[in-house]
């Protein structure tokens, strides 16, 4: 039996210097203990690599997914990945096997890891620390696994101008304005308590939250309780589930918004025959306004309303969808439904923030077929999406995106100018005539209609990957 000791819980190094030591001594998986205890009667070690015949090389989607799997807290990773390491010898393709069991819980731990990651990114709350010498912050965090030294550079990129230290049970982490210093765990004692920020942080949660997109079972699920303690807006969810439906029907009920005479004026200038080239928008406000009267198409008849675009006004990233669905047509703004939901659940897994992003359609009414009680979508035609695209082209010269992402083959038309396939094209950059860069990738209500299990969970992850793709051209994540 081998006993190897690795200097610490998330020692990669180390692991991969044993793991191939022990592989070309030809040492069988259950003949290996692996552990981080300091034993000082067991002074076992590998050798160094001695280079012999039967050294192999594995392959590099490898190595990736076992930098994630050390940062689990499962007692057994270490002994699985050297079980894997072992296996690709005389299984090269075992990499890609989805089915087989230790890949199977290899991947589990490793999206376990980066859910862990992404909930640290987004429920981290700093509070200034009363009477330090300089403005300093500290943040009390407990990860699900052991992701504070991984994603610590988020951080140090987000927050490069302030002072900060993030206290957590395994390790802390601080950023003095020039670099990363890393120490042991601390306690919960050590971090701040309540700061005087924090109610203005509430107002500001309470201000944004959109009843017409709440899902509680969704909510709890990305924002579980065991991260509540630490969130300041945690003492307001309660209350806003509560009285979620009140409001979302006293939205429904309002009329739509009136916009100003002016504002109208300039939109009824526009609504009918304008020109591509002459009367352009000069506002968002406008494009607003004028997709209320717009009369290029025919949808308007059957629509409650028009559905504008909605998000930063210079955003760096936008979103186009297909068109308004039945709870957008009636809530007057766009991804509200369960596309919607599906949408805000990929951008949060992705790690880009909804708020640096304008979302809007390619076209702005719902377009629908009456069946019994339901209003059933219909998909947009050729001369729906070209008719309506005046309108997105205004908004895509008023917000100026680095990157614009197609959801779906009909914003992919009004987007590229032609049909560009979805499967075909995602995940390549296309350059734009506006001098942004295109990406195409899937609505999410697709994803709602796949029946299949299986390909549902793979279409989802190439969406995430997308969207990810998407925050990193456009620099917000």
């Excluded at 692991?15 to 070309?24: E, F, I, K, S, V």
């Excluded at 079980?83 to 890609?96: A, F, G, K, N, T």
């Excluded at 912050?137 to 302030?162: C, G, I, K, S």
Aim: a positive charge; proline letters at 8%.
């Amino acid at each position: 039996m081998r006993v190897v000791r690795l200097a610490s819980e998330i020692d990669f190094a180390g692991w991969r210097a044993a793991a191939r030591a022990l592989r070309a001594e030809g040492l069988e998986p259950p003949a290996v203990v692996w552990t981080v205890e300091r034993d000082l009667f067991d002074l076992d070690a590998p050798a160094a690599p001695s280079g012999k015949a039967g050294a192999f090389t594995v392959p590099a989607a490898f190595v990736d997914l076992a930098q994630q799997v050390i940062l689990h807290r499962a007692p057994d990773r270490l002994a699985l990945l050297y079980r894997i390491l072992w296996r690709l010898e005389r299984e090269p393709r075992l990499i890609d096997n989805p089915a087989d069991p230790d890949m199977a819980r290899a991947r589990d731990m490793a999206k376990a890891v980066s859910r862990a990651a992404h909930k640290m990114k987004a429920f981290v709350r700093f509070r200034r620390v009363e009477g330090a010498a300089d403005e300093t912050y500290a943040a009390w965090f407990e990860p699900a696994h052991r992701v504070t030294e991984a994603v610590a550079p988020f951080f140090a990129r987000r927050f490069t101008a302030m002072d900060w230290t993030i206290l957590t049970p395994d390790a802390c982490v601080a950023w003095d304005g020039e670099r990363l210093l890393v120490s042991e765990g601390a306690d919960p004692a050590d971090a701040p308590s309540e700061d005087a920020q924090e109610e203005l942080w509430r107002t500001y949660y309470a201000s944004i939250f959109n009843p017409a997109r709440l899902n509680p079972r969704q909510m709890r699920q990305e924002m579980p309780k065991r991260y509540w303690r630490n969130l300041p807006e945690a003492r307001l969810i309660p209350d806003l589930i509560e009285t979620a439906k009140d409001h979302v029907a006293a939205m429904v009920a309002a009329p739509p918004r009136q916009p100003s005479d002016r504002v109208l004026k300039a939109a009824l200038r526009h609504a009918r025959d304008a020109s591509y080239e002459g009367g352009v928008p000069t506002s968002l406000e406008q494009v607003e306004a004028g997709v209320q009267v717009c009369r290029r198409c025919n949808l308007w008849r059957n629509a409650t309303q028009g559905v504008p675009g909605e998000g930063a006004a210079h955003a760096p990233l936008m979103f186009v969808g297909e068109q308004p669905g039945d709870q957008e047509d009636l809530a007057g703004r766009p991804f509200v439904g369960p596309a919607g939901q599906m949408f805000d659940r990929a951008l949060a897994e992705a790690g880009v923030p909804r708020d640096r992003a304008y979302v809007t359609n390619a076209v702005k009414h719902f377009k629908h077929e009456p069946r019994g009680k339901r209003r059933i979508h219909k998909t947009p035609d050729r001369g729906e999406v070209t008719a309506c695209r005046w309108w997105l082209d205004a908004e895509r010269r008023l917000v100026r995106p680095r990157i614009i992402v197609a959801l779906g083959a009909t914003a992919a038309l009004a987007v590229v100018g032609k049909a560009t396939p979805i499967g075909a094209n995602r995940g390549k950059p296309l350059q734009l005539p506006d001098q942004a860069q295109g990406l195409v990738t899937y609505h999410p209500s697709f994803l709602l209609r796949v029946p299949d299990e299986a390909t549902r969970t793979r279409a989802y992850a190439e969406f995430v990957e997308d969207l990810r793709l998407a925050g990193q051209l456009a620099g917000v994540t």
